[in-house]
């Protein structure tokens, strides 16, 4: 669904700058991963490999967004820059 969304974005007159498309395709990665990883190791289900105590998020996911967030500020005031007529 995430990228069904990411790849539509073209058709939205207002999400059709390369820079909307990079930023959001980085994000939609992301939650690629967590999926895989949040969903099988660190959520209790049926279908999980995690214990049956919560464990508690590590530190790298708050740096990760973090990072992706700077990044993205960083980028669209770069991009800015370029695309000025």
């Known amino acids: 669904m995430v990228y069904a969304f990411v790849l539509h974005m073209r058709l939205v007159p ?3 700058s390369r820079w909307a ?3 959001a395709t980085m994000f939609a990665f992301c939650s690629m991963v ?3 990883f949040g969903v099988n190791y660190y959520l209790s289900g049926l279908h999980s490999y995690a214990a049956g105590d919560p464990v ?3 530190a790298w996911v ?5 990072t992706m967030i700077t990044l993205s ?4 005031f770069k991009f800015k820059t ?3 007529k």
Do not use: D, E, Q
Not at 62 to 66: L, T
Not at 73 to 76: G, I
């Open 34 to 36: 967590m999926t895989y």
């Open 21 to 23: 498309f990079h930023v």
């Open 82 to 84: 370029l695309t000025k």
């Open 73 to 76: 500020a960083v980028s669209y």
């Open 56 to 58: 508690p998020v590590p």
């Open 14 to 16: 207002g999400l059709r």
């Open 62 to 66: 708050y740096i990760g967004i973090a």
